[in-house]
T-cell receptor
Framework: LAKTTQPISMDSYEGQEVNITCSHN???????ITWYQQFPSQGPRFIIQ???TKVTNEVASLFIPADRKSSTLSLPRVSLSDTAVYYC?????????FGKGTKLSVIP | KAGVTQTPRYLIKTRGQQVTLSCSPI?????VSWYQQTPGQGLQFLFE???????NKGNFPGRFSGRQFSNSRSEMNVSTLELGDSALYLC????????????FGPGTRLLVL
C-alpha cells in the first residue's frame, strides 16, 4: 500500500484558495488518488478522486502531475465551514489506508 | 437515497464485556468496511466484507470480528473489551470491493470504562 505524506496543519483566511499537497512516492499503476474531508465526530466524506492530470467537481479540484508521485487538492474560496481534517488516500486494493491528514483551520 | 446508518450512535461498556455494532449500507452497495478511529492512532482499517465474505482484514486481534448478512447489513463484534477499545467505529459502504469510493456512516462512539 502506498504511503502518503501531508502537512499536519494549515491555516487560511476566509475567501482564499487553499492548496493541500500530498506526496505518494510509491503509488502503484492501478492506484487512484482520493481525498476525504472529516468533521469532528463524523465519518469522512468523499471529496474528489482522480488518476492523472486534473479533475474538478463542484467543491474542489485535484491536480496530479505526470509522474503521479504527488497530488494537490485545491479548495476555492474557503469558508469557516471548510474547517476540517482532509485525508489523502492512495488505494487500488481492498482497504483504504488513512494517514494523519491535514487539519485545515479557516480564520474569519 | 439514504446514506449509511450505524447503530447505536453511542455506547458505554465496562472492561471484559462484549459489544455488537450494526451497519446498514447504502441500498445496492454490497461492500462494507469497518474502521476504528482514535486520537492517537487515527483511522485504522479493521476488515471488509463483500457478499457475506470477509475480503480483507487489518491488523487487529481476534477479539474483533464481523459478519455480513445476505441483505448486506453488517455487524461488528468486540469481545472482552479493553480500555483501549474506546474509539469511534466507522462503517463505510461501496458498490464494489476494492479501492472504489467509500461512503461513511456517522460512526458509533464506544466508551469502555
Amino acid at each position: 500500500l502506498a504511503k502518503t505524506t501531508q502537512p499536519i496543519s494549515m491555516d487560511s483566511y476566509e475567501g482564499q484558495e487553499v492548496n493541500i499537497t500530498c506526496s505518494h512516492n510509491n503509488i502503484a499503476t492501478n492506484d487512484y488518488i482520493t481525498w476525504y474531508q472529516q468533521f469532528p465526530s463524523q465519518g469522512p466524506r468523499f471529496i474528489i478522486q482522480g488518476y492523472k492530470t486534473k479533475v474538478t467537481n463542484e467543491v474542489a479540484s485535484l491536480f496530479i502531475p505526470a509522474d503521479r508521485k504527488s497530488s494537490t487538492l485545491s479548495l476555492p474560496r474557503v469558508s469557516l465551514s471548510d474547517t476540517a481534517v482532509y485525508y489523502c488516500l492512495v488505494a487500488g486494493g481492498y482497504q483504504l489506508t488513512f494517514g494523519k491528514g491535514t487539519k485545515l483551520s479557516v480564520i474569519p | 437515497k439514504a446514506g449509511v446508518t450505524q447503530t447505536p450512535r453511542y455506547l458505554i461498556k465496562t472492561r471484559g464485556q462484549q459489544v455488537t455494532l450494526s451497519c446498514s449500507p447504502i441500498s445496492g452497495h454490497r461492500s462494507v468496511s469497518w474502521y476504528q478511529q482514535t486520537p492517537g492512532q487515527g483511522l485504522q482499517f479493521l476488515f471488509e466484507y463483500f457478499s457475506e465474505t470477509q475480503r480483507n482484514k487489518g491488523n487487529f486481534p481476534g477479539r474483533f470480528s464481523g459478519r455480513q448478512f445476505s441483505n448486506s447489513r453488517s455487524e461488528m463484534n468486540v469481545s472482552t473489551l479493553e480500555l483501549g477499545d474506546s474509539a469511534l467505529y466507522l462503517c463505510a459502504s461501496s458498490s464494489t470491493t476494492g479501492g472504489e469510493t467509500q461512503y461513511f456512516g456517522p460512526g458509533t462512539r464506544l466508551l469502555v470504562l
